[in-house]
């Protein structure tokens, strides 16, 4: 569980995106021109966090990071094989109810 809200995720994102950008010595325009982000859409992204998923997605291609977008988001591998792995797994947790006052 994050205790991160949408709207700070945005923003940070923007602000990261933001910091690459100007690292990579780009002008707005110039970010908009490689990626094919419309320069309207990369200010909005800017000033506010929202954008579409592929919009972001070529932004990152340009400034990088893309790679490990997609490498964060992979799903962990099962940890079992079979279903006696998972009879014996010990690490299950049995639900708790609150008592009544």
Request: aromatic share 2%; no cysteine; charged share 30%.
């Amino acid at each position: 569980m994050s205790f991160i809200s949408v709207s700070k995720a945005q923003q940070k994102l923007s602000e990261n995106i933001r910091a690459r950008r100007l690292s990579m010595e780009l002008t707005q325009e110039g970010l908009a021109e490689r990626s094919g982000v419309p320069l309207a859409t990369l200010r909005k992204f800017e000033q506010k966090g929202a954008i579409s998923l592929e919009s972001l997605l070529k932004l990152l291609l340009v400034v990088g990071g893309l790679e490990d977008i997609i490498n964060v988001l992979k799903p962990t591998k099962p940890t079992f094989t079979s279903i006696d792995d998972v009879l014996k797994d010990t690490r299950t947790v049995s639900r708790k109810r609150g008592r009544k006052k």
